[in-house]
């Protein structure tokens, strides 16, 4: 039973282009997050949402826009793609209710990006 | 800004080895470290730690933080092929946030 789903795995597309990637989580969690992982491997995080509402808003081009339907889902549109976008897109979620601390968090199997 | 370190980058062992892998931190109002293991997908979370000097294990992995000193040591004993990932260390503070170190590529040859 997969806790936290991402789609799709891979997308391949052409500068310029606008997609989408999805992500749910059925933890019951408050809170989600996008990171992206470059190819050193490094994490950085984008955004996150604690029950649907913006608690998290990185320093990230405004081509990119998350939105969360609800507190299981979180979704990320990136408009005008460019070479730089390439990357792993990973998707977690916090049992984390409030402020105060930071919590766990579980990754989802991530969205690895290719722009040519 | 928020800071993690983590040393070495990289390290090669032998099967049965013991190793230690460090990590530094500076977060405003620290209050977490956690402990992550990533091999060919989605990191997949090992420990966390809010009180200094109490060790967590789990099987051959365990792990300690100084909130004095601001570290935290994850310790591998008799290490096997299968722990051959990257190990990533994240701290958080009062806030929603984690901040990731670049991670320590662990390889276990046999």
Not at chain 1, 96 to 111: D, I, K, L, M, N
Not at chain 2, 54 to 81: C, H, M, P, V, W
Request: net charge positive.
């Amino acid at each position: 039973d997969t806790a936290v789903s991402q789609t799709p795995k891979y997308l391949v597309t052409q500068m310029g282009n606008d997609k989408s990637i999805k992500c749910e989580q059925n933890l019951g969690h408050d809170t989600m997050y996008w990171y992206k992982q470059d190819s050193k491997k490094f994490l950085k995080i984008m955004f996150s949402y604690n029950n649907k509402e913006l608690i998290i808003n990185e320093t990230v081009p405004n081509r990119f826009s998350p939105k969360s339907p609800d507190k299981a889902h979180l979704n990320l549109h990136i408009n005008s793609l460019e070479l730089g976008d390439s990357a792993v897109y990973f998707c977690a979620s916090s049992p984390q209710r409030g402020a105060g601390g930071s919590r766990e968090q579980y990754f989802g199997p991530g969205t690895r990006l290719t722009v040519t | 800004e928020d800071k993690v370190v983590q040393s070495p980058l990289s390290l090669v062992v032998h099967e049965g080895d013991t190793v230690t892998l460090n990590c530094s931190y500076e977060v405003t109002n620290f209050r977490s470290l956690l402990w992550y293991k990533q091999e060919k997908k989605a990191p997949t979370f090992l420990f966390m730690l809010t009180s200094s000097g109490i060790e967590k294990k789990s099987g051959r992995l365990s792990s300690i933080l100084d909130k004095k000193e601001l570290f935290s040591i994850l310790n591998i004993t008799a290490t096997q092929t299968g722990d051959s990932a990257i190990y990533l260390c994240a701290a958080g503070g009062s806030n929603y946030k984690l901040t990731f170190g670049k991670g320590t590529l662990l390889t276990v040859n046999p």
